[in-house]
């Protein structure tokens, strides 16, 4: 597990793009659950900071709308892409993500 960033940097709802061990991961929270995962869509590459958090938990990219579940990385609009997704941790105040 690596550091990410303080817990406050991502509020409810909310996204942040962090670089841990030289790849580029996304953290998402819902509702008070964190979920981590690459920042690149499986489709086509679009970056997924700017697509729609759902409950589910689903991230949808914003280029094609295909929606990805955040916990297992599913997608649900085409079962050939799957998004890499990533073990995630709140250490006291700190995220830690584990990229391996
Ligand atoms: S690039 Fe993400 S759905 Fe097409």
Redesign the pocket.
């Known amino acids: 597990m690596q550091f990410a960033c303080k817990l406050v940097e991502i509020p409810n709802w909310g996204k942040k793009v962090v670089t841990v061990g030289g790849q580029q991961v996304l953290l998402v929270n819902v509702k008070g659950a964190l979920y981590a995962c690459e920042n690149e869509?499986p489709?086509?590459?679009?970056p997924l900071n700017g697509g729609i958090v759902k409950d589910g938990p689903i991230l949808s990219?914003p280029?094609?709308?295909?929606r990805f579940n955040l916990q297992s990385g599913a997608c649900s609009d085409n079962p050939e892409y799957m998004l890499k997704t990533y073990a995630v941790q709140v250490v006291g105040d700190d995220v830690m993500v584990d990229v391996e």
Do not use: A, D, V
């Open positions: 869509c489709h086509q590459g679009s990219c280029r094609h709308g295909y």
